[in-house]
């Protein structure tokens, strides 16, 4: 993957994280996976032309939203 498309793919992270905090906070938890996988389908649909073939975009942006969270979270 081009440093260019991993640059774009964090962005639409950082921006799909920052949404999944805002709409999760004061939810019950039972509700968080419903609300995160219709985030990630939507900010998915803006970058499946980016990563390579080997796995869907949404699976892509979901391991880039990991780790995004977990860099901002030290």
């Not at 985030?39 to 942006?61: E, G, Q, V």
């Amino acid at each position: 993957m081009t440093p260019i498309a991993e640059n774009v793919l964090r962005a639409v992270a950082r921006k799909c994280r920052s949404e999944i905090i805002s709409a999760i906070d004061g939810r019950p938890k039972k509700e968080h996976d419903r609300i995160i996988t219709t985030l990630l389908n939507k900010h998915a649909k803006s970058i499946t032309a980016l990563p390579p073939d080997t796995f869907p975009a949404k699976r892509w942006l979901a391991f880039y939203v990991r780790q995004v969270d977990k860099e901002l979270r030290q």
